[in-house]
């Protein structure tokens, strides 16, 4: 027999270094729960975001189609009306009711100018919606130039396409039918 039974036990040894890879179950239950979090917020925001765009996408596609109207029959005093009440559910959909609902004449175009027509409404192109709308357009006054109108208009709703205006229902303090709050663009 041996006379030294510790002369039989190995040396001492560290255990391995702890591996970054593979992590544990808990940090893949948490890695999954973070992006289900993370997928469904951007979700909402996307969501959000296209809401927002889709008055003024309406409003782009329809100004489109009353350029190829006019520009096939050429009706300019029917193309300037649709023009008008188009500029008008835009506006409704993007402020308050009680700030658009009841403009009419040079007030109407004041407004158009103030929150992004430049001068273009009161004084350029964008006169012909009050002219020819109430019926001041004589018959010796030259027609107005329906692409000028046309990019005038898009103009401004481009410029109002993000507009932060307070909803009917901020503005009031009210709940507002949703009918009311955001008129339909597209009439059909």
């Known amino acids: 027999m041996n006379g030294d039974p510790l002369a039989q036990l190995r040396d001492w040894h560290l255990p391995d270094p702890i ?12 890695a999954a729960v973070l992006l289900a979090v993370l997928s ?8 959000r975001h296209r809401r927002r765009g889709a008055a003024a996408r309406s409003a782009l596609r329809e100004l489109a189609e009353l350029r190829t109207a006019v520009r096939a ?19 409704l959909a993007r ?23 430049g001068d273009g409404f009161r004084h350029g192109p964008g ?4 002219d020819l709308v109430y ?4 018959a010796g006054d030259p027609p107005p130039n329906p692409d000028a109108l046309a990019e005038l208009a898009e103009t401004w709703i481009r410029a109002n396409r993000r507009h932060g205006a307070p909803s009917p229902r901020k503005a009031s303090g009210t709940r507002v039918a949703p009918e009311t709050e955001n008129p339909p663009l597209a009439t059909r």
């Open 19 to 30: 591996q970054w890879w593979p992590p544990a179950p808990g940090w893949w239950i948490s």
């Open 40 to 47: 469904w917020v951007a979700g909402v925001r996307w969501r």
């Open 73 to 91: 029959d050429g009706d300019t005093r029917a193309y300037v009306a649709a023009l008008s009440r188009l500029l008008r559910r835009f506006a």
């Open 95 to 117: 402020y308050p009711r009680e700030q658009v609902a009841g403009l009419t004449g040079d007030a109407w175009l004041a407004f158009l100018d103030a929150t992004g027509g």
């Open 127 to 130: 006169r012909a919606l009050a």
């Open 135 to 138: 019926g001041a357009l004589h």
